[in-house]
């Protein structure tokens, strides 16, 4: 079956301006995540959504992130004024239940530059 | 606080040769234990994991992977090296309640013909 995807793959953008990443989870799984990968570091956690309960945004590392998830199913995570040090690769997983025992799939990623 | 160490940066090993990735983990509780390998251009694909019962966990390609409580390691494994396990591999922890993984800052594993 389809895997999560997320677009765009790349995306470059000036300083100052808002971009938006999209996910789309793999179908039925009601757990999504947000994680960002910059060079040479692990990656870290942004934001968690399950089902229709409220969001756990202690990753988002400023308020200049947000992120929403519609019916359920796609997510966007928008940055506003973006900033060079935001320069990463987005990823974004799912699982199929909110348990710790649950492995997580990823997606491709978008990278973003932000010049 | 959380934290998982992958020692080495990178690995070297011939092909055939037995391998070892190597990971150690710092979390409070019980924790869930995972590894994933990651492609170029490729994102994360997950290998196996460790949840509870025997240390020796088998996943996907041949790869295992052994839980030790008392040094707090979890060392990815593989008998036989393939060039194609060429790759980055990340060891992740997820704390018993936490939402999310605590991942290793990876280990690029390179199989020389």
């Known amino acids: 079956g389809a895997g999560v995807s997320q677009s765009p793959s790349n995306k470059v953008t000036e300083k100052g301006k808002d971009v938006e990443l999209r996910c789309d989870p793999i179908s039925g799984h009601t757990a999504l995540y947000w994680y960002r990968q910059s060079l040479g570091q692990g990656l870290e956690f942004l934001i968690y959504f399950q089902g229709n309960s409220a969001p756990d945004k202690s990753g988002l590392p400023s308020d200049r992130f947000s992120a929403e998830r519609t019916g359920g199913s796609v997510s966007t995570l928008t940055i506003q004024r973006t900033q060079q040090e935001d320069s990463a690769v987005y990823l974004c997983?799912?699982?199929?239940?909110?348990?710790?025992?649950?492995?997580?799939?990823f997606g491709p990623g978008t990278r973003l530059t932000v010049t | 606080a959380q934290s998982v160490a992958q020692p080495e940066d990178q690995v070297n090993v011939a092909e055939g040769n037995p391998l070892t990735v190597k990971c150690t983990y710092s979390v409070s509780g019980n924790p869930y234990l995972f590894w994933y390998v990651q492609y170029p251009n490729r994102g994360l694909q997950f290998l196996l994991k460790?949840?509870?019962?025997?240390?020796l966990v088998k996943g996907s390609y041949g790869f295992e992977a052994e839980f030790n409580k008392s040094q707090t390691s979890f060392h990815l494994k593989k008998p036989s090296a393939l060039v194609s396990d060429s790759a980055l591999y990340f060891c992740?922890?997820?704390?018993?309640?936490?939402?999310?993984?605590?991942f290793g800052t990876g280990t690029r594993l390179t199989v020389i013909p």
């Open positions: 997983a799912s699982s199929l239940a909110y348990q710790e025992t649950y492995e997580q799939y």
């Open positions: 460790y949840i509870t019962g025997d240390n």
């Open positions: 992740a922890v997820r704390p018993t309640g936490a939402n999310n993984l605590f």
